[in-house]
């Protein structure tokens, strides 16, 4: 947090003083008038964005790929603590794929409280961050499978997808979520290998699991790809990565034409820079870690809790008339 921004202690203390003038001022005009379906209680107060979470500079760090949650430094806000379900998703099965840590693990934990039920995937390297989501889930009474495995093994990812469907007895959302990214300044120090490790981590994986899901699923089911404000505006160290989530959106795009007569959604999330294991791990050049996230119009990169609405909202019925759709989350800069 920006302590030493003083028009963000004035703001501080005028929102605070604005909350309390308008708890005593305001209540019993509400409280006269329920049956709206709005809450009684006095508004809650107003946050600020732009302080709500770290901000950089953040202390330099690296982790061999592919990372841990709980070894970053601040510890990523997954909505552990603040994510209050609803009942949105309450008896649905939903797959997701890197849900032990970073956008996918906050969807895992937001729809655990909505009422579903999650199967996650993950490497085995990451038992420890699955451990912690699955623990999480079952907290609040939902069904959690973990299911780890190499998605860049098409065998894996129709197994996958079936062992998921067969203990959560379904499938009925399927979020498309893991991926790899290597930061390199040149596209001379691409090797063919890490070429093809990206594409089929985050395009060929994303194909095959669908391609397995769809038989499995009813109407009124969904897909959710995520995507990236790299599929708008590339940066420049990772040019491999940025052409595999421009085919993710143009994938999300034509399929979602294709299955609308079946009664399936298809959506994306375009991330912008978020605090995830994917960034401490290659994903960006360790120098430039420090400072990331700082050149978004919000001086900061986001943190995971701040998607889990957005991941709700597509797998919801809320957003029943919205297929093809790429749902950005960037900070302020490019995206859909
Ligand atoms: P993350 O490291 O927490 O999640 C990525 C996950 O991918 C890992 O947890 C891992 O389980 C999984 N994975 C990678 N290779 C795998 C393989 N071969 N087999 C099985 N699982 C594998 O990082 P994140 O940032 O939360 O990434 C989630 C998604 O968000 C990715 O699609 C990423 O491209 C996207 N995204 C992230 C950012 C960001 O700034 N963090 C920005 C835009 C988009
Ligand atoms: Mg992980």
Known sequence: MDENNPNRSRRMVLGGMAGGLL??????????????????????????????????????????????????????????????????????????????????????????????????????????????????????????????????????????????????????????????????????????????????????AMFWITKAAIPLMKPGATIINTSSVNAYDPSENIIDYASTKGAIMIFTKGLAKQLAAKGIRVNAVAPGPFWTPLQVTGGQPPEKLPSFGKDTPMGRPGQPAELAGVYVLLASAESSFATGQVYGAVGGNGGP
């Open 23 to 204: 708890a005593g001022a305001v209540a019993p005009a509400v409280a006269q008038s329920p049956g709206n379906g709005m809450a009684t209680a006095a508004a809650a107060p107003l946050t600020n964005p732009v302080n709500a979470y770290p901000r950089p500079p953040f202390p330099s760090q690296q982790q061999p790929w592919p990372g841990l949650a709980s070894r970053m430094n601040p510890r990523p806000d997954h909505g552990e603590t603040s994510y209050k379900g609803s009942g949105r998703l309450r008896g649905r099965k939903a797959l997701i794929t890197g849900g032990d840590s970073g956008i996918g693990r906050a969807a895992a934990i937001a729809y655990a409280r909505e009422g579903a039920d999650v199967a996650i995937n993950y490497l085995p390297a990451e038992e420890e961050d699955a451990r912690e989501v699955a623990a999480l889930i079952r907290a609040e009474g939902r069904k959690a499978v973990t299911i780890p495995g190499d998605i860049k093994d098409e065998a894996f990812c129709k197994r996958l997808v079936e062992e998921s469907a067969r203990l959560l007895g379904g499938l009925d959302i399927l979020v498309n979520n893991a991926a790899r990214q290597v930061s390199q300044d040149s596209i001379l120090d691409i090797t063919t290998e890490q070429f093809d490790e990206t594409f089929k981590t985050n395009v060929y």
